[in-house]
């Protein structure tokens, strides 16, 4: 059944000004928490969109507000770049700059800087690499990262980790657990707002022992929230999972727990189970501009002639504007033709889709039936979303 936790009942103080974070329900491993931020509250487990150069793609932040997101994502790489920092600063930070009201989470753009692997050379200061705009030459350090994001102003901000997937070599994820030690450390020495939660990423890939090890010297340097990195990119879904699982004993059961990078329902809800509170992923943008739709009959491509004359809505249990308004056969039109409302009207969709699964997974929580809350979406929804 649900309950409230005794481990966490009061403990809702945080270091950095204006942030509590109180899990005010639990059942099984699934946590139901507040995160009050100076730009308001945060119910989890939340989904948060992706805006990865200040803008969720092709939704304003008006729509964001009217499907149910409560916090959105920037990236510190891209808007580092272009427009760079000091124009959004001018802005008053990433909130004046793109008229959100609510959070923001930016993240230290580590994931990018390592995803170059053609042109990155890493070393234990930082990591130098070729930038994606106009070929230049940059390093980004850890002390840089904490600088870029103060500029952008976000409330959450990520320390500047070696993102390692678990395929690589024991080796070099070892290495970039190392890396991921000191670089949390300076990231926490350079930071210097306190208006801002600094989150430490545990990594490690797949390795039992290297997470064990990852997650007990990042919770050692200390930080007021804690993310799982380097999931979620490349390695089996049952590693992923065992992995999850494993940090639910390990990280601190008084503060927010982030995984980076899943989107589809049944994933979802499968690092709720395994106690997670927030987490982000570009897929129900990326999929709508594809022209595929999240369904509790899976996920269905638009551009499938089947679909030309079906004039019932996406999915019938969908209480967002694309659902209660087009019907499938004008969406495939839309798609076909290369029509940007297509993009648009999907975009809605999967994002509110994602959205009230949070809100239902919230519910269940606090209700004591998650269990069966989870075999629903499970059995409603195909591997994969």
């Known amino acids: 059944m649900s309950v409230s936790d005794p481990r966490t009942a009061g403990a809702a103080a945080m270091t950095a000004a204006g942030f509590a974070f109180e899990v005010q329900a639990r059942d099984g491993s699934a946590r139901a928490a507040r995160l009050t931020t100076p730009h308001g509250v945060v119910e989890t487990p ?18 964001l507000q009217e499907l149910g ?21 001018a802005h008053g930070g990433l909130h004046g700059f793109m ?18 692997e053609g042109t990155r050379v890493i070393h234990d200061h930082g990591v130098e690499f070729s930038s994606v705009y106009d070929g230049s030459r940059h390093v980004f350090t850890p002390e840089l990262a904490m600088h870029i994001q103060e500029e952008l102003g976000a409330d959450v901000i990520m320390a500047f980790d070696q993102c390692a997937p678990g395929t690589l070599e024991r080796a070099e994820i070892e290495a970039a657990v190392e890396r991921t030690t000191r670089w949390a450390a300076a990231c926490k020495a350079a930071h210097g707002r306190r208006d801002q939660l600094l989150v430490g990423i545990v990594q490690g890939g797949v390795d039992e022992a ?26 089996r879904g049952d590693e992923m999972l065992r992995t999850v699982e ?34 982000d992923c570009v897929l129900p943008t990326r999929l709508a501009r594809t022209g595929t739709a999240f369904s509790t009959e899976g996920r269905l491509n638009l551009r499938n002639a089947r679909f030309a004359h079906d004039l019932r809505p996406l999915d019938e249990s969908c209480d967002c504007y694309t659902c209660r308004t087009f019907t499938r056969s004008y969406l495939r039109h839309l798609v076909t033709q290369k029509e940007m409302l297509g993009a648009q009207l999907l975009s809605l ?14 519910a269940a929580i606090r209700d004591g039936r998650f269990a069966e809350f989870a075999n629903d979406v499970a059995e409603h929804y195909s591997a994969g979303g």
């Open 46 to 63: 939340c989904f948060m969109p992706v805006g990865t150069k200040a803008t969720v793609k092709a939704v304003s932040p008006r729509e």
């Open 69 to 89: 997101a409560q916090v959105v994502l920037a990236n510190t790489y891209h808007l580092f770049f272009r427009p760079g920092t000091e124009i959004v600063a």
């Open 99 to 116: 008229r959100w009201d609510g959070p923001i989470l930016t993240d230290s753009g580590g994931f990018q800087v390592f995803s170059l």
């Open 210 to 235: 290297l997470r064990r090890r990852s997650a007990a010297e990042i919770t050692g340097v200390g930080f007021d929230a804690y993310a799982i990195g380097g999931l979620s990119v490349g390695e």
């Open 246 to 279: 494993l940090m639910d004993d390990l990280l601190p059961r008084d503060r927010l727990r982030y995984f980076m990078g899943i989107g589809d329902p049944r994933g979802i809800v499968e690092v709720i189970a395994r106690g997670v509170d927030v987490f």
């Open 349 to 362: 969709h999967n994002l509110r889709v994602l959205l009230g699964l949070t809100a239902d997974a919230r």
